[in-house]
């Protein structure tokens, strides 16, 4: 099996690590780095449980081969925690109780994360248009996208306190 070296940023640690060519990002995270936030779903890109963050962009890691990683950064969710200190989305998603079997939500937490990024005020359509590739078979939807409002609220309040 050909190998090739990576140096690669996860959640603010740098790696480096020699992986298999055909080795997947998201077997990378789990299998290598423990990283048991990222699931496994439909492995072909359709289901979003597997989502993280490369350099700023969410990807579906089951698609992206590790060896494209090198100088490359990731995000997780493990990632996302600072501090000890629950990410205000992580807490908007437990206080708005959008997480039933827990399956999705680390995919769906990180997707989030990247549309806030982008629509730090989003609407519900924009949250239903940048989220329609996480699917979630318990919630409905409605409480995860009542938590990306809750979130984006509470990201304004951490950033007026923080002025």
């Not at 962009?57 to 950064?73: H, Q, R, Y």
């Not at 990024?117 to 239903?128: E, F, L, V």
């Amino acid at each position: 099996m050909r190998t090739v070296d990576i140096e690669v940023t996860v959640n603010g640690e740098v790696y480096k690590k020699t992986v298999p060519v055909n080795q997947t990002l998201l077997r990378f995270l789990r299998e290598d780095l423990f990283l048991n936030s990222v699931k496994e779903g439909c492995d072909e890109g359709e289901c979003g449980a597997c989502t993280v963050i490369v350099d700023g962009e969410p990807v579906n890691s089951c698609l992206v081969l590790a060896a494209e990683l090198d100088g490359k950064s990731v995000l997780t969710a493990e990632g996302l925690a600072q501090d000890g200190k629950l990410h205000p989305l992580q807490e908007a998603f437990l206080e708005a109780g959008a997480v039933q079997c827990g399956y999705c939500t680390p995919g769906m937490l990180m997707s989030a994360v990247a549309l806030l990024n982008t629509y730090p005020h989003p609407t519900r359509d924009q949250i239903r248009k940048e989220m329609e590739g996480n699917i979630c078979r318990c919630t409905g939807y409605a409480r995860i996208a009542d938590a990306i409002l809750l979130a984006a609220d509470k990201m304004d309040a951490q950033k007026e306190a923080e002025a």
